[in-house]
């Protein structure tokens, strides 16, 4: 790399690989990539679980719709062995908080009720668009409150938490309807949500696209312009250019910095910008949400819970809302693994990560046993991703909170002088998702800036 690129990119996960490579295609190819943690991804972590490949962030491609998903191509172009998710035999599948599944009937009339919910939520939120105005908005809740059916039972409770937590990842109280509603990722790329388990990793996506451009050697990305282990702590920019300190004491300068790191981070004071940031920035940045989902992995000596067709989800109702409500197995994907996952969101995940392992294991044994009874076994391992505490992080994606304009969310893509921004964050039809992460990095320095234009 040459001592000053052109180009300084912060962040080596979706976003910020797909930035340098448009650049690199594009012909700028004096870039530089500094990267936090000791490997590329991000939020796209795989790791080894008990000689296993789980996934601590994304999961799921969409695919099969109307727009076709790049993920979701590389994925088959890469024959990573992806599997359909199947929530339609949820119905049988909802277990009470003192144990015992609830009636099949009984579900299955609360999931209507749901459905049409949802589907009065959805059409609420295409008339509210169409009014024009932009400052016409209301939550998830309100909407449901308009519908007059707001879940307050434990089944209700967790039915909407599948609909709605298990997406946004924070509760219908905070989300925006108007900017959630429709989930555009599933209207373009088509109901289907493929889950990916593969010994390679979804980080094989991520390392394809990354070998278009960068320097590799089988798997491995050796090329001077990718710096890993580099922790960006301070940003100085002018109008002649930007200047970039990590942690580690290094200096770089550059003509343009493009900034991939979550809109947590940048809540956070892991980057101090120098000068600060214009108070429109701050307020877009401090105004949005980071969202926390934690996916908690188990390892067991033997199954104990239903298996076969249908039977990959369940999901336990609880009087608290969110109290270890999604589960599952994966027994299809990875046979004989013994391995059980459950997805907890938002203030329950933060409570829980901030427990030591062996004190979340209890709470989930005593659940486990609320659902199979007392004679289960105990986990040989648990596996406690902590995106919230995570400086690098402090959360897992964002979500759209009601209150938050159209207007503030092109001020939180916009760039101050020298600096671009990207990450899933900025880009809000597939807000929260890889596919956003993406598009995001597809137009790194599109976006109109008002100060500098050289
Ligand atoms: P990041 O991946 O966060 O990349 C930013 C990079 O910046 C990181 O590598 C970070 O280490 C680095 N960094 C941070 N601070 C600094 C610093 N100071 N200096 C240098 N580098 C720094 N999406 C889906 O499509 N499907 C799913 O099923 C799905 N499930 C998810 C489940 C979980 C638990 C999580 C956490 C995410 C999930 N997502 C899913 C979302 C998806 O993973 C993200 O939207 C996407 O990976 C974000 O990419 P990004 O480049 O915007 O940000």
Redesign the pocket.
């Known amino acids: 790399a040459s001592p000053s690129p052109t180009v300084i990119i ?9 930035a340098a490579k448009t650049l690199h295609d594009s012909g700028i190819q004096d870039i530089l990539i ?4 000791s490997k ?6 795989s790791v080894q679980f008990r000689g296993h490949t789980v ?8 695919g099969g719709g109307p727009r076709s998903n790049h ?1 979701y191509e590389i994925a088959g172009k890469l024959n990573l062995k992806t599997y359909l998710s199947d929530y339609g035999n949820i119905s049988a599948n909802i277990y009470k908080q003192e144990g015992g599944l609830y009636p099949k009937q009984v579900v299955s009339a609360a999931l209507e009720v749901a459905e049409t919910r949802d589907q009065f939520c959805t059409s609420f939120s295409a008339r509210l668009s169409a009014s024009g105005h932009n400052h016409d908005d209301v939550s998830i809740l309100v909407s449901q409150r308009l519908f007059k059916e707001v879940p307050t039972t434990p089944l209700d409770m967790v039915i909407d938490y599948f609909y709605n937590d298990y997406e946004d990842a924070e509760p219908p109280r905070v989300t925006s309807l108007k900017n959630t509603i429709p989930r555009y ?1 599933f209207l373009d790329f088509g109901d289907q ?1 493929y889950f990916l388990a593969d010994s390679r990793g979804f980080e094989s996506i991520l390392i394809y696209i990354a070998k278009q451009f960068l320097s590799h050697k089988h798997e491995v990305i050796r090329d001077q312009r990718l710096k890993l282990n ?4 301070e940003i100085n920019y002018s109008k002649n250019g930007v200047q970039v300190k ?1 942690e580690d004491g290094s200096m770089y300068q550059a003509k343009y910095v493009i900034v ?3 809109v947590g ?1 940048l809540q956070s004071d ?2 101090v910008f120098k000068p600060h940031l214009p108070q429109w920035k701050t307020q877009a940045i401090y105004e949005f949400d980071m969202a926390v ?3 908690i992995f188990l390892k067991f000596p033997s199954k104990f819970w239903p298996s076969g067709p249908e039977t990959e989800f369940f999901l336990y109702a609880h009087e608290k809302r969110g109290y270890y409500p999604i589960w599952q197995h994966l027994e299809t994907e990875l046979p004989g693994s013994n391995i059980l996952f459950v997805t907890v969101t938002d203030e329950e995940a933060k409570r829980i990560e901030q427990q030591p392992d062996i004190k979340i294991q209890e709470e989930i044994m005593d659940v486990l046993k609320k659902m199979f009874g007392n004679d289960i076994p105990e986990p040989e391992e648990i596996l406690v ?1 902590r ?1 919230w505490s995570n ?3 402090k ?4 979500n759209w909170p009601i209150g938050y304009s159209q207007r503030r969310h092109m001020q939180l893509k916009e760039p101050v002088g020298r600096i671009y921004f ?4 900025t880009y809000s039809r ?1 807000l ?6 993406y598009f ?2 597809s137009f790194p320095l599109s976006c109109k800036h008002t100060q500098t234009n050289t």
């Open positions: 912060i962040g080596a996960g979706m976003s910020g690989i797909l500094l990267e936090a943690n590329i991804g991000g939020r796209i972590h996934e601590l962030g994304a999961n799921w491609v969409i993920l990722e949500t580099k922790v960006v702590r990590t991939s790191v979550s981070v892991l980057i989902y934690t996916k991703p995106w400086r690098f992080f959360g897992s994606f964002s990207c990450g899933e964050h597939y929260g998702y890889a596919d956003a992460a995001a990095g």
